[in-house]
C-alpha cells in the first residue's frame, strides 16, 4: 500500500489526460511538460526494526506474565486490518496482584529512594527512548495508524522530553512552591486512550515517578505495544520491580483498576462518558484523580490573520493525527468578511494531503485507529448532510482495506448541529461563521467542552482580549497543538480538571 493524493479536481493544475493533481506537498504547481505524470516516489519506512512477538503478557512486578486467567485479545493494524499479536487480558486477579507489586514497590523502594536517585531511572528511561525512537515510532504506526512522520517528530521525542522534563524535577520538588517537603501520594492507577498511547504513557508516567509514586498503567484496548515496550525499556533501565506495572486489557479492566482500594490517585485520559463514570465510582473514596476528556476546540480566525499561516494552522489543528486530538480545532469560526477567501485556501491545501500507508513518510493522513471509531465518525457526518450542512472532500482514493475516512469539511453549519457541538474525534472540520470579536467570543464558548482554543489575527491586544474571555484550558495564538512538558494543559467543564505537565501537572501527584 502506497500514499494517494486528495484530488482537488476543482483547483488542482493538472497535465491532460492523466488524472493526476501537480501539487506537492507545500502546495506549489510542479512545473511540469504537457502529458507527463508528476507522483511521489513510495518513501517507505522499513518495518524491520520491530520485532513482533506473537503473544504479550501483562507487565507485573518488573516481568512479563500471563493474564492469571489465561485470557488474550488481539491487536490489529488499523490500516491493514492485520492482526499484529495477542495480548493478555488483565482480570480482576491481575489488577490484585499488579496494585500489591506497585504498594511493595512504594514502601520498600522508590518511596524511601533520595530523589536524585530516582532522577537517574528517568533520565536513563529517556535516553533509552531516544535510542530506540525509530523502533517505537514504527511500532506505534502499526499499531495506531497515525504517520510515521507523526509518530517519529512528535509522540516519541514528545515522550522522551517528558521523561527528561521531569527527571529534572524529581530532586527539586522542595523548591516548587510546595510547601518544605512535599510527600508522594502512593500508588497511582492510570488509564490512557488510543490517540497518543506511548505519548500519554509519558505523561501519566513521568510526573508520577518524578513525585515518588509508584503506578499501574492501562493502556486502551486498541493501542497496547508500546505501552509493553516501553515496560521493557523501564526493565533495560533497572528500574526497581513493581515501580510501574502495565495492565493490558479492555474497559473492564480499566474500571477494576480505578475502583481498586488499593489505589490512591487516579489519572484517567479518554471519553467524557468514562470519565463520568470513574468521578461516581471514586465519589466519597477520598482518591485522589485528575481527568482529561473531551473537547470541541474553536479555532478562530480574523479577517487580519495571516491567511496561509491559519490555513497550516486549520489544517494542522484538525487533520494532525487524522483528528484523534481532544484539543483538536474541530469548529473553525472564521470572520464572515474572509470566509469565502479562507475556505477556498483550504480546500486547496487539502487536494495535496496524502492518505495512506501509515509506514510511508509522505503521508499526512493515517488510518482511523478503529471500526467502532471509523463507525462513529461515519454516524456524526451522516448527521451533519441530514441536518443541512454542506459537505465536501477531495476526491480521495481510499485503500481497499482497514479504516479510513477522507479529510472532511462542513460549511454553513449551525450551532445547534450535531457536528458543531459533538465530538467527532475523525479529520472533520464544522465550518462557523462571525462578524464581531464578541460573536466569536459567544461562539467559541458554546460548548460544554473548555479543553483548548486557537486565536488567528494580527494584533496582540486582540489575543490577549479573546484568551480572556475565552474558556479553555489552553489557547494558543498564530499555531495550534504545540506541546510542551513544561506547559500545563487540561481543561474546565466536560474536558474534565486538574493538569498534566508542569509544575502544575506535579501537584497531582505530591501531598503538599
Ligand atoms: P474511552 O474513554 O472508552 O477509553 C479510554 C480508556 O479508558 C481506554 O483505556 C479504555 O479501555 C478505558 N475504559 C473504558 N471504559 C472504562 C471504565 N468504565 N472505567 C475505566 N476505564 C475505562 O474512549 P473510547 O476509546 O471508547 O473512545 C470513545 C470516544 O471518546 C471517542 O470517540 C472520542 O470522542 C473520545 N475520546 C477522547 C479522548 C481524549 O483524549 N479526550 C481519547 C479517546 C477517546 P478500552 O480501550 O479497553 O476500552
Not at 408 to 429: D, K, M, Y
Request: glycine share 10%.
Amino acid at each position: 500500500m502506497s500514499g494517494t493524493t486528495c484530488e482537488n479536481e476543482a483547483r488542482a493544475t493538472r497535465p491532460k489526460g492523466t488524472g493526476k493533481p501537480l501539487m506537492n506537498a507545500s502546495g506549489e504547481v510542479a512545473a511540469q511538460a504537457e502529458g507527463t505524470e508528476w507522483e511521489y516516489a513510495p518513501a517507505p519506512e522499513s518495518r524491520d526494526i520491530v520485532t513482533l512477538a506473537p503473544e504479550y503478557g501483562l507487565f507485573l512486578n518488573g516481568e512479563f506474565v500471563p493474564a492469571a486467567g489465561g485470557d488474550v485479545f488481539p491487536t490489529v493494524n488499523p490500516a491493514t486490518e492485520e492482526p499484529l499479536a495477542q495480548v493478555a487480558k488483565a482480570g480482576p486477579e491481575d489488577v490484585d496482584r499488579a496494585v500489591a507489586a506497585a504498594r511493595e514497590a512504594y514502601e520498600r523502594v522508590w518511596g524511601p529512594m533520595p530523589p536524585a536517585e530516582r532522577a537517574k531511572y528517568l533520565y536513563r528511561i529517556a535516553r533509552i527512548l531516544q535510542e530506540r525512537s525509530r523502533e517505537f515510532a514504527v511500532l506505534e504506526s502499526l499499531d495506531n495508524g497515525k504517520p510515521i512522520k507523526e509518530s517519529r517528530d512528535v509522540d516519541v521525542p514528545l515522550a522522551a522530553a517528558h521523561f527528561f522534563y521531569h527527571a529534572g524535577w524529581a530532586d527539586k520538588l522542595e523548591y516548587a512552591g510546595f510547601g518544605p517537603s512535599p510527600r508522594p501520594v502512593g500508588v497511582a492507577g492510570q488509564v490512557i486512550p488510543w490517540n497518543f498511547p506511548l505519548l500519554m504513557a509519558a505523561w501519566k508516567l513521568a510526573p508520577a515517578l518524578a513525585a515518588g509514586n509508584t503506578c499501574v498503567l492501562k493502556p486502551a484496548e486498541t493501542t497496547p505495544l508500546t505501552a509493553l515496550l516501553l515496560a521493557e525499556v523501564c526493565q533495560q533501565a533497572g528500574l526497581p520491580p513493581g515501580v510501574v506495572n502495565v495492565l493490558t486489557g479492555a474497559g473492564e479492566t480499566g474500571a477494576a483498576l480505578v475502583a481498586h482500594p488499593g489505589v490512591d490517585k487516579v489519572a484517567f485520559t479518554g471519553s467524557t462518558e468514562v470519565g463520568k463514570q470513574i468521578q461516581r465510582t471514586l465519589a466519597g473514596t477520598g482518591k485522589r484523580l485528575t481527568l482529561e476528556l473531551g473537547g470541541k476546540a474553536a479555532n478562530v480566525v480574523f479577517d487580519d490573520a495571516p491567511v496561509e499561516a491559519a490555513v497550516e494552522g486549520i489544517v494542522n489543528g484538525i487533520f494532525f493525527n487524522q483528528g484523534h486530538v481532544c484539543c483538536a480545532g474541530s469548529r473553525l469560526l472564521v470572520q464572515e468578511s474572509v470566509a469565502d477567501a479562507v475556505v477556498d485556501k483550504l480546500r486547496d491545501r487539502l487536494g495535496t494531503l496524502r492518505l495512506g500507508d501509515p509506514l510511508d513518510k509522505n503521508t499526512d493522513i493515517g488510518a482511523i485507529n478503529s471500526r467502532p471509531q471509523l463507525d462513529k465518525i461515519t454516524e456524526l457526518t451522516a448527521a451533519g448532510e441530514a441536518e443541512g450542512a454542506e459537505r465536501w472532500s477531495p476526491p480521495c482514493r481510499l485503500p481497499d482495506r482497514g479504516y479510513w475516512f477522507p479529510p472532511t469539511v462542513f460549511t454553513g453549519v449551525a450551532q445547534s448541529h450535531r457536528i458543531a457541538r459533538e465530538e467527532i474525534f475523525g479529520p472533520v472540520l464544522s465550518v462557523l461563521t462571525f462578524r464581531t470579536p464578541e460573536e466569536a467570543v459567544t461562539k467559541a464558548n458554546n460548548t460544554p467542552y473548555g479543553l483548548s482554543a486557537g486565536v488567528w489575527t494580527d494584533k496582540g491586544s486582540r489575543i490577549l482580549w479573546l484568551a480572556q474571555r475565552l474558556r479553555a484550558g489552553v489557547v494558543w495564538a498564530n499555531t495550534y497543538n504545540r506541546f510542551d512538558p513544561a506547559s500545563p494543559f487540561g481543561g474546565y467543564r466536560e474536558s474534565g480538571f486538574g493538569r498534566e505537565g508542569g509544575r502544575h501537572g506535579l501537584a497531582a501527584y505530591l501531598d503538599a
